[in-house]
């Protein structure tokens, strides 16, 4: 099977722009997760979805947001930019609900 | 409430020594107990994960790890450590959703 997938890998924005991330989970998988990653803040949760739901959201500030869709791909967004918002991104998915994580290579974000 | 927590965030070994990355968590329930392995510009990789059974459990890349409850750890091992091995290591434990530790970046020594 195909692993999770992410696009764009890398991206350059400026403040006040907002972007949309993809994420394309493993055939079957019908749980996505999204994560944050900065060397100063680490691995931060910012969502999980599942069947199209929000199951469990982390701190972040409403400029953050994402969906689902029914071929359980997903997206996230980010409004507004900031020059904090510079991460690698990281999408995950599994089977199930409390399953193996599986991740994508990640979307490498700077905003300038 | 749940935590992991990975002591130290850097280990260095020489090539051929033991490792040993430590993780202790905090669950009110019965974990699932994950390590997972960075390497630079990249995404996580599953090492191994414990849920149920026996309590030691072989990974990848000759790694494993031995969850104890008395203790509350599940500390990654590999008997001899391999240029190829440096990279970042993050423990997880899931009993309702994901949680990560720190990390521990690995480096080995020629």
């Known amino acids: 099977k195909a692993g999770v997938t992410q696009t764009p890998r890398y991206l350059i924005k400026t403040r006040g722009q907002q972007v949309t991330l993809s994420c394309s989970p493993i055939s079957g998988h019908r749980s996505v997760s999204w994560y944050q990653q900065t060397p100063g803040q680490g691995l931060q949760f910012l969502f999980e979805y599942f069947s199209e739901t929000q199951r469990n959201k982390g701190n972040f500030p409403g400029r953050f947001s994402g969906r689902q869709f029914s071929n359980s791909r997903s997206e996230m967004n980010v409004s507004t930019l900031e020059l904090g918002d510079s991460a690698l991104y990281l999408c995950a998915s599994s089977e199930r609900e409390v399953d193996t994580q599986y991740f994508g290579p990640g979307t490498r974000l700077t905003v300038l | ?110």
């Not at chain 2, 009110?28 to 459990?57: E, I, R």
């Open chain 2, 1 to 110: 409430a749940q935590s992991v927590t990975q002591l130290g965030s850097h280990v260095s070994v020489s090539e051929g020594a033991l490792v040993l990355l430590r993780c202790n968590y905090s669950s009110s329930v019965p974990p699932y107990l994950f390590w997972y392995v960075q390497y630079p510009n990249q995404g996580l990789q599953l090492l191994l994960k414990y849920t149920t059974g026996a309590t030691l459990v072989k990974g990848i890349n000759g790694f494993e790890a031995e969850f104890k409850k008395s203790e509350t750890s599940f500390h990654l091992t590999k008997p001899s450590a391999h240029m190829s091995d440096a990279a970042e290591y993050f423990c997880a434990v899931s009993p309702n959703k994901f949680y990560f530790g720190s990390g521990t970046k690995l480096n080995v020594k020629p």
